[in-house]
């Protein structure tokens, strides 16, 4: 009873991992990985130096006052807000990627439908009656609905 359910547990498991979303998730997880070092390299590496050489003194990372034995340091502060705005714009940026992919994607498709549409459009008309406006047949010299004498009738008797 015990073994079955620990068989059962084992592949509930390798049912989870083999889903394709973990896969995507793990991606994702390395990918912004690398994505938080490229950040920070330009945060640490690059802004806030600026913001030290701005402040004046290069010796220190950022503008750090201290008061009272306490590091109040504005420079990491800020660079932490800068770099949660290039995230956020990073971010952004990616989303706007994908959605303006998506809508030309559904634009092509769009104009795919409309092309087809002409296409049908182009198609010769089904003839109709000129009598009851119903659709015939193109050879027919009779109107099977209202029964008229079209172009082309013959008829012996008469
Ligand atoms: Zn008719």
Redesign the pocket.
């Known amino acids: 009873m015990a073994e079955e359910k620990k068989k059962n547990l084992i592949e509930e498991f390798i049912e989870f991992v083999s889903r394709g979303n973990v896969i995507d998730l793990a991606v994702g997880v390395i990918i912004g990985g690398a994505f938080t070092s490229v950040v920070n390299s330009l945060v640490g590496d690059l802004i806030q130096p600026m913001i030290a050489a701005i402040g004046g003194n290069p010796e220190v990372k950022g503008m750090a006052v201290v008061l009272n034995g306490q590091t109040i340091d504005f420079g990491a502060f800020i660079s932490a807000i800068i770099s949660f705005l290039i995230t956020a714009a990073a971010v952004f940026a990616i989303v706007k990627a994908v959605n303006q992919a998506a809508r030309l994607k559904e634009l092509a498709a769009e104009k795919a439908g409309l092309l087809k549409k002409e296409e049908e459009e182009a198609a010769p008309e089904p003839r109709t009656?000129?009598?009851?406006?119903?659709e015939?047949a193109d050879d027919a010299t009779r109107?099977?609905?209202?029964?008229?004498k079209l172009e082309g009738y013959t008829n012996a008797a008469e």
């Open positions: 009656c000129p009598f009851c406006k119903q015939i109107c099977p609905h209202c029964t008229s």
